[in-house]
Nanobody, 116 residues
Framework: QVQFVESGGGLVQPGGSLRLSCVAS????????MGWYRQAPGNSRDLVAT???????YYADSVKGRFTVSRDNAKNTMYLQMNSLKFEDTAVYYC??????????WGQGTQVTVSS
């Protein structure tokens, strides 16, 4: 099965920026819609952004205008550029297929903490 590995998280100041990366283990990444999810303690795991293999994107209202999702199909890699970060963006960020994630493909996620 496809496995995803997320990286790039860290501690940032409000208003700061961060770029996350997601690497898929197989070429299936080139053929399906992918997405970024996030989960804060006590919250559900919510879909933040998606991107098709052709580059069409979707963003949740909470991040629209601040986050940009992109992908490099040749590298089986998806990115999430996060700008103007807010306290509310603090969460563990995951990547997977979207809008229906594969339960066995979740990575460990990457922690994003926005704090002053």
């Amino acid at each position: 099965q496809v496995q995803f590995v997320e990286s790039g998280g860290g501690l940032v100041q409000p208003g700061g920026s961060l770029r996350l990366s997601c690497v898929a283990s197989g070429s299936i990444f080139n053929f399906v819609t992918m997405g970024w999810y996030r989960q804060a303690p006590g919250n559900s795991r919510d879909l933040v952004a998606t991107i098709t293999r052709g580059g069409n994107t979707y963003y949740a209202d909470s991040v629209k205008g601040r986050f940009t999702v992109s992908r490099d199909n040749a590298k089986n890699t998806m990115y999430l550029q996060m700008n103007s970060l807010k306290f509310e963006d603090t969460a563990v960020y995951y990547c997977n297929f979207a809008p229906s994630p594969a339960s066995g493909s979740w990575g460990q996620g990457t922690q994003v903490t926005v704090s002053s």
